[in-house]
């Protein structure tokens, strides 16, 4: 099956404490891209990466690292978390745009983090 | 200026009736594509239905049609037949540029449909 998968579901960690989002797809996408999702704010993007080895910042990148040495994983890294981090927090990919067609994202489960 | 508006943070609808989200985005780019994304209250995004800013035809799939009107940069969603499990919060989303970098999307319109 086609998918997205994003580990773990739910986290509760303590300020400070590094913490590694796990990201993997079988769809040998070449797109993948981190969100965040907040009440009344709707999907903020984090990172994003056009191939392997290629990343780069979206809208909200302040506190966050991501990598991407593999063309299926892309881990979202936390290395000192923070309360403003409590946060839903979902992994996508997608097919690389192709000007007149495009194609959506597939989009993980969601993590659910809570940073006390 | 925000790239996707959607200016109903929530709508109700009575059960068997029609309703439309709206939805209205900003980009100076020829090529673009329009998504309507679904995220019931378990918390996962489904995608629903794609408008490419070339197609000439209104998009449907099912009971999902989207209203282009792309002089009025407007993508509305309209939801024919409500029934109680499209009581949901409803994404509309962007992805412009000739590279597909961003990918934007709105604030969210939560629909209740009242039985």
């Known amino acids: 099956e086609a998918q997205v998968t994003q580990n773990p579901r739910y986290l509760i960690t303590v300020t400070g404490k590094k913490l590694t989002v796990t990201c993997s797809q079988n769809m040998n996408h070449e797109y993948m891209s981190w969100y965040r999702q907040d009440p009344g704010l709707g999907l903020r993007q984090i990172y994003y990466s056009m191939n392997v080895e290629v990343t780069d910042k979206g809208d909200v990148p302040e506190g966050y690292k991501v990598s991407r040495k593999e063309k299926r994983n892309f881990p979202l890294i936390l290395e000192s978390p923070s309360p403003n981090q409590t946060s839903l927090y979902f992994c996508?990919?997608?097919?690389?745009?192709?000007?007149?067609?495009?194609?959506?994202?597939?989009f993980g489960s969601g993590t659910r983090l809570t940073v006390v | 200026a925000q790239k996707i508006t959607q200016t109903q943070p929530g709508m109700f609808v009575q059960e068997k009736e029609a309703v439309t989200l709206d939805c209205t985005y900003d980009t100076s780019d020829q090529s673009y594509g329009l998504f309507w994304y679904k995220q019931p209250s378990s918390g996962e995004m489904i995608f629903l239905i794609y408008?490419?800013?070339?197609?000439?035809q209104n998009a449907t799939e099912g009971r999902y049609s989207l209203n282009f009107q792309k002089a009025r940069k407007s993508a509305n969603l309209v939801i024919s037949a409500s029934q109680l499990g499209d009581s949901a919060m409803y994404f509309c989303a962007m992805r412009e540029g000739r590279t597909g970098n961003q990918f934007y999307f709105g604030t969210g319109t939560s629909l209740t449909v009242i039985p």
């Open positions: 408008q490419g800013s070339y197609d000439e």
């Open positions: 996508a990919s997608s097919p690389t745009w192709t000007g007149r067609t495009t194609y959506g994202y597939t």
